[in-house]
């Protein structure tokens, strides 16, 4: 079945970085779309950055465009979001998501952005 699970969050300072990872199985990785998304208590997932299935497009929310990075290695059936230069904002649950004849999430990593 289709699994997802990401890694890497944690506690960071205001002006930080950080890498997510998203590791990926049960489906074909190389030929799915994948998508990073967060999510803050109280408030809807919102999109953060998206990437074609063999990376040659991507596209990011405005709010994180020019710090964060969204790549793949299709090998290693993995996803990435390199977060450059975090705020408070970042605080969140950072999910990947795989649409594969549906939605299907990963149970998410814990970002805090905090001094």
């Known amino acids: 079945q289709v699994q997802l699970v990401e890694s890497g969050g944690g506690l960071v300072q205001p002006g930080g970085s950080l890498r997510l990872s998203c590791a990926a199985s049960?489906?074909?990785?190389?030929?799915?779309?994948m998508t990073w998304a967060r999510q803050v208590p109280g408030k809807e997932r919102e999109f953060v950055a998206g990437?074609?299935?063999?990376?040659?497009?991507?596209n990011y929310a405005d709010s994180v465009k020019g710090r964060f990075t969204i790549s793949r290695d299709n090998a290693k059936n993995t996803v990435y979001l390199q977060m450059n230069n975090l705020n408070p904002e970042g605080t969140a649950v950072y999910h990947c998501r795989a649409d594969v004849g549906r939605s299907y999430w990963g149970q998410g990593t814990q970002v805090t952005v905090s001094s």
């Open positions: 049960g489906f074909t990785f190389s030929r799915t779309v």
């Open positions: 990437i074609s299935d063999v990376g040659g497009s991507t």
